[in-house]
């Protein structure tokens, strides 16, 4: 039921206009029209109008601003967007460097939004909980400071799930945002505000964090391109942690290339972070390649494995039909495709939610009300501890505490962490073989398109299913890239759908390449939400 | 500043190790225990015999009674290491600095934070490893122990679990003589790597707390013994030697008043023949290593007269706090089952990965251990009190061994350094790395008094000088004129005056008053200044005054 090109909304083709990569080093080719069909990369045109002077980083902040100001009443991405002032200061420095022919970082000028779980040095990091309302860390997070390093604007800090722990942005101690798509949706989550501001480009890109798929779930649901790393190439120093051995933070922007540029800026061995990786981080930029200089088959000979268990039962047909014509897309591009079967697949949903309770249960233990954070006045000890939790805590979190408490406690372990890190350990071992006799592997992002706010809130279970697609990847490390590949009509409604690419460990440049050659030919489809009007 | 360390809930691997206590069959020894507390025993069995009916044995005098009976003892040892930063974190820790100056994200528990090992802490547990003659894990990691208290920031500590660096190991110790001496091996379960806790500041009011994190993250090693101690001075013994052992490896400042070294006893006591352990009790707050054979000694004697008196049951698995003033232990806390510390790996650090290259570099970078030291100055023929002494401290060892290294007898040097140099250290409060005295001096100084060319008398005096002021025996010699005279006719011709001086007294003595003799001598060294050589001396008065001219 692909209905997308019936909807005028998603018909603005025009001539199409690539923008080559020599651009970052050049500044004379022309500026390609902004309606172009194939998603173009943010970066990388902000970047060519500043070095010709076509326009200011000022003119750029205030763009977005305005945008982000107009949209942000119905969105409410953002737990906190920084000041004005703040932010056409920082692009003021960029404009006078950039008079002074100095040299500019390779996100200058780009507004970048950050999940409120990531530690921010001049704004709050509520981690989108009241135990943590109104905290601001003394010191930023690698990641953060590296964007900043690079010459990003941190616009804002994005809405999530508690902690992370959700698919919805309901599970957030402050407000729930709205998909860009359809305000009575759900953006998806936990990083559905960074997806969400993306999509409705009040910001250029944004940071978000992935422990079972809250990267690429909301990525799915909003349109935008998800890029959940190799577990320990992004450092996690600042990430308020949810499930350590799974958290990442990943990097959401509205084309491929842009979130390889900023995972560019973002990876690196950290020595604030003994689980960051010291291996080597290739040149992202150059799997970039304009679309002019693709030949007829680009990915000939590349191995594509569907993965069987994601297209069956309880998968939205849509979906699956969606799905089914990237792989014809993939297909006429030249891959070779076969089908992959993974006997542990629908473990991987209980290990997770055992696994990732079990740590947050231990992550979350330093919210006592004793030195930061929500405290309760209280005359004992243990009524401190009680009340500034039970209070600071939303249920979504104290469920999972609870839960995890039980998974760890004597007599209960063996059956539940133990076993749940067999499964891992077994999960990881079929990723392994399987890409082994492929180069990436692709599903689904999520069984469904976004659905309506209050749909699942009441019933977990349903909830944690949505995540079927994703967690497996989590638990086995791997990078994973999630790009938009079609649209279910639902009502009135059109809605994105998104193609899930999983790559061997440290293999982000694969992904990177594939997506976006798959991006860059996908025919038809405009990915530009209708709230975001022509401005754009 | 009055600070009170209480932390309400603290390491018990034991418990988690139940199997640790039932490891061994019957420990190595037999010993009488101890008597020194049998007052404060015989005082509890007089008020609390009152009112009871009391078996035969409470007949028996409390010597006898304890002579019934064995003590099952365990510590676990805290040594908290002398890294210059802490073991996560890049913050230095100083003992006694000011609250919260020396604290980071890391170390607060801050969100976001993460902790990375300081390498220098596996390399200081590999090192106290194989000095504990233990087997070391090449793969072993870190768990997380989870409670809550808010001493502890991230709500759980970082230790190890169920693989700890190093295992199985053991402990040579030599009882002081004074104690009747001996020799024993204590079984070690255990070594492992943890950070500390930081500190809760109580209030004089005692309307609130407050918490000092300084303390929070530094590195800890906890070792845990094999139940394999019987008495008060075989623990406090072991204890010292775990003291000497990291102060010989430099690995912690092993102070016990700091809290550089804590000792966390459990005791338990049984009939004789008897094969299940008795209730066992943890006792807290040992200061000292007296403390801990008299807390011991005091918790026996308490244990023994409960179950003789057939109150066994009254012996509950508790804590108890050992006070000092008071000299008896006191309940703490009861047990209210186990706890549970909800242990699972920490996700936030890799493994713990040794290779043989690296165990080899620090195999070959200890420095003799004191059980070999020892076995090596006993071998030399001192006296197991000079061998104790000498190899309790390293630096004193050190100096020993330096001093011998230059061709110094033996004998000599071990008197020196225990007498004149051990006194003038403790009259002036300074350590033998303090005073001014070099090794190859007291050398030379014993040298120089062997070979004659000082006196004794004029040695000690000179060793005074360089003690405090330094310089060479050489020096000193020359500077104060001091050579030996052992010119026979300078000699003489000194006798002959004081001969010649003294007609009377020469006259008594000639006359059967024999025993002038040593106030002619006196009279000669006086006259040479303490020069004169005393044998050489005696010779020639004695040939002159029972030669009439």
Not at chain 1, 351 to 366: C, D, H, P
Not at chain 2, 192 to 211: C, F, I, P, R, W
Request: glycine share 8%; charged share 20%; aromatic share 8%.
């Amino acid at each position: 039921m692909l209905s997308s090109i019936q909807n005028p909304r998603l018909l603005r083709l025009s001539t199409l206009h690539q923008i080559p990569l020599r651009c970052l080093q050049t500044s004379t080719t022309p500026v390609p029209t902004p309606s172009s069909p194939q998603p173009t990369s943010q970066i990388l045109r902000i970047r060519k109008s500043l070095l010709s002077r076509e326009t200011t980083a000022v003119e750029i902040a205030k763009t977005f601003l305005s945008r982000l100001r107009r949209t942000e009443p119905q969105l409410k991405s953002f737990l906190y967007v920084s000041p004005e002032d703040a932010v056409l200061k920082q692009a003021e420095e960029i404009d006078r460097r950039i008079q002074n022919n100095e040299e500019l970082g390779p996100l200058a000028g780009v507004l970048a939004g950050v999940k409120d779980n990531i530690c921010t040095s001049d704004m709050p990091s509520t981690a989108g909980s009241k135990i943590l309302e109104n905290y601001t860390p003394p010191y930023d997070a690698t990641a953060v400071k590296k964007l900043r390093e690079n010459g990003a604007i941190i616009v804002g800090k994005t809405n999530l799930d508690e902690f992370g722990m959700g698919s919805t942005t309901e599970a957030s101690g402050y407000q729930v945002t709205a998909n860009p798509w359809d305000l009575s949706r759900v953006p998806g989550g936990s990083s559905g505000g960074s997806a969400a501001a993306v999509s409705a480009q009040q910001c250029a890109v944004s940071l978000g964090t992935d422990t079972g798929g809250s990267v690429r779930q909301p990525a799915s649901f909003c349109g935008v391109v998800g890029l959940k790393p190799t577990y320990g190439r992004v450092s996690r120093y600042g990430l308020v942690a949810y499930a350590s051995s799974l958290d990442v933070i990943g990097c959401l922007g509205s084309s491929v290339a842009d979130t390889g540029i900023v995972l560019q800026a973002v990876s690196g061995h950290d020595k604030f972070d003994a689980t960051s990786s010291k291996q080597g981080i290739p040149n992202f930029a150059s799997q970039f390649i304009p679309k002019d200089y693709l030949d007829s088959k680009p990915l000939k000979g590349l191995r594509v494995g569907v993965i069987r268990e994601t297209l069956v039962d309880g998968v939205d047909p849509d979906v699956i039909s969606s799905l089914q014509r990237s792989v014809s897309h993939l297909e006429d591009l030249g891959c070779t495709i076969s089908e992959v079967s993974f006997p542990s697949f629908s473990l991987g949903l209980p290990a997770y939610y055992i696994l990732a309770s079990s740590e947050s249960s231990s992550n979350l233990a330093r919210y006592d009300g004793v030195r930061f954070g929500n405290q309760v006045f209280a005359d004992e000890l243990s009524t401190l501890y009680g009340d500034s939790r039970a209070e600071g805590f939303g249920s979504e979190v104290k469920l999972r505490i609870l839960m995890g408490t039980y998974a760890l406690s004597a007599g209960y372990y063996d059956a539940y962490y133990k076993r749940a890190q067999q499964v891992r350990t077994l999960v990881q071992k079929s990723f392994r073989a399987a890409l082994e006799e492929n180069d990436v592997l692709i599903s689904p992002a999520a069984p469904s398109v976004a659905y309506k706010i209050g749909e699942k809130k009441n019933d977990p279970l349903a909830m944690y299913a949505g995540d079927i697609m994703t967690v497996n990847v989590n638990l086995a490390g791997l990078p994973a890239l999630v790009l938009p590949c079609g649209f279910v009509e639902e009502g009135s409604s059109v809605l994105p759908v998104g193609l899930q690419m999983i790559g061997a460990a440290f293999d982000e440049e694969s992904l990177l390449k594939i997506g976006h050659i798959f991006e860059q030919t996908l025919q038809g489809y405009s990915f530009v939400p209708p709230l975001v009007g022509d401005d754009f | 500043m009055a600070l009170t360390f209480f932390r309400g809930i603290k390491t018990c691997p034991l418990v988690h190790y139940p199997s640790a206590y039932f490891a061994r069959k019957n420990g190595f020894f037999y010993c009488t225990m101890g008597s020194t507390q049998t007052q404060f025993a015989t005082q509890e069995k007089q008020q609390s015999g009152d009112s009871k009916v009391v078996p035969k044995t409470y007949r028996k005098s409390p010597d006898k009674l304890l002579k019934d009976y064995e003590a099952i003892i365990g510590i676990e040892t805290h040594v908290q290491l002398n890294t210059s930063t802490k073991a996560f974190c890049g913050c230095p820790y100083s003992y006694g600095a000011q609250p919260n100056t020396s604290i980071c994200p890391v170390c607060m528990g801050l969100p976001g934070a993460l902790p990375v090992l300081n390498s220098k802490v596996v390399e200081y547990a590999v090192k106290l490893g194989l000095a504990l003659n233990c087997k070391l894990s090449m793969d072993s990691k870190f768990d997380r122990k989870q409670y809550f208290y808010p001493d502890l920031p991230k709500g759980y500590q970082i230790s190890q679990f169920d693989v700890p660096i190093a295992s199985g190991g053991y402990v040579d110790v030599d009882l002081p003589v004074e104690f009747g001496g001996g020799h024993r091996k204590f079984g070690i379960t255990r070594v492992h790597m943890e950070e500390d806790a930081g500190k809760l500041l109580h209030t004089g009011t005692g309307n609130y707390s407050q918490v000092d994190l300084n303390r929070a993250g530094v590195p800890l090693l906890e070792i845990v013994s094999e139940p394999d101690m019987r008495t008060g001075i075989e623990a406090a013994e072991y204890a010292a030697e775990l003291q000497r052992l990291v102060r010989y490896l430099g690995v912690s400042n092993g102070n016990m008043q700091e809290g550089s070294l804590r000792c966390d006893v459990n005791i338990s006591i049984r009939p004789i023949g008897q094969q299940e352990f008795g209730t066992k009790v943890e006792i807290k707050n040992l200061n000292s290593f007296s403390s801990v054979s008299r807390a011991i000694d005091f918790e026996i004697s308490r244990q023994v007269q409960l179950h003789s008196q057939g109150q066994a049951d009254q012996i509950v698995q508790e804590t108890r706090l050992w006070e000092e003033g008071a000299q008896k232990t006191i309940t703490m806390r009861k047990k209210e089952g186990l706890s549970d510390y909800r242990y699972f790996p920490e996700p936030d650090l890799p493994g713990v990965t040794l290779t043989e290259e690296y165990l080899d570099g620090i195999r070959s970078s200890l420095p003799e251990l004191p059980e070999i030291k020892r076995r090596r100055y006993e071998n030399m023929g001192l006296s197991m009190q000079d061998v104790l002494f000498l190899a309790n401290d390293i630096n004193v060892a050190e100096f020993f061994d330096a001093t011998i290294a230059s061709a110094a007898d033996i004998k000599l040097a071990a008197n020196w350094i225990m007498g004149d140099i051990a006194a003038y250290m403790k009259n002036e409060k300074l350590s033998i790395s303090e005073i001014k005295l070099t090794p190859l001096e007291l050398g030379e100084l014993i040298a120089s008094i062997k070979g004659g060319t000082i006196s004794g008398k004029i040695g000690k005096e000179i060793l005074f000088e360089l003690m405090a002021k330094g310089g060479t025996v050489q020096g000193l010699i020359k500077e104060k004129d001091l050579v030996q005279i052992v010119d026979r006719s300078e000699i003489e011709k000194m006798v002959d005056k004081v001969l010649a001086g003294n007609p009377e007294q020469l006259k008594q003595y000639r006359g059967g008053k024999t025993k002038l003799q040593g106030y002619f001598a006196g009279q000669v060294m006086k006259s040479s200044k303490g020069k004169a050589n005393p044998k050489l001396l005696n010779q020639i008065l004695l040939e002159k005054l029972n030669t009439e001219t």
